[in-house]
């Protein structure tokens, strides 16, 4: 099983920064991708950013220029820098990890943090 833990999450003035860091315990047979989600009230969950296993990225248009993802294979975690920050980017955090499992027949699936909240004062 894998276990993923958040952290960084906090109340921050519009045009501030935090860094959020997730860390991963445990063992796949492969990861594919991490990423980070975001759900606001009455909202889906999104995508906000990921970086595959080759480092390519993909980021939301709405963070594109503000936030950057970003890994430390060593310390199996990933970080997202957000700058600039918005009231609108306020929500629950949730680091992601989508890989396959160590059991046969390693069926890829999503693996999910407990969430971490953001929030962005006007």
């Known amino acids: 099983q894998v276990r993923l833990v958040e952290s960084g999450g906090g109340l921050v003035q519009a045009g501030g920064s935090l860094r959020l860091a997730c860390a991963a315990s445990g063992t796949l047979f492969s990861i594919i991708a991490r990423g980070w989600y975001r759900q606001a009230p009455g909202k889906q969950r999104e995508l906000v950013a990921a970086i595959t296993s080759g480092s390519s990225t993909n980021y939301a248009d709405s963070v594109k220029g503000r936030f950057t993802i970003s890994r430390d294979s060593a310390k199996n975690t990933v970080y997202l820098q957000m700058n600039n920050l918005k009231p609108e980017d306020s929500a629950v955090y949730y680091c992601?990890?989508?890989?396959?499992?160590?059991?046969?027949?390693?069926?890829?699936?999503?693996?999910w943090g407990q969430g971490t909240q953001v929030t962005v004062s006007s």
């Open positions: 992601n990890v989508h890989g396959q499992p160590s059991d046969w027949p390693h069926i890829p699936r999503d693996y």
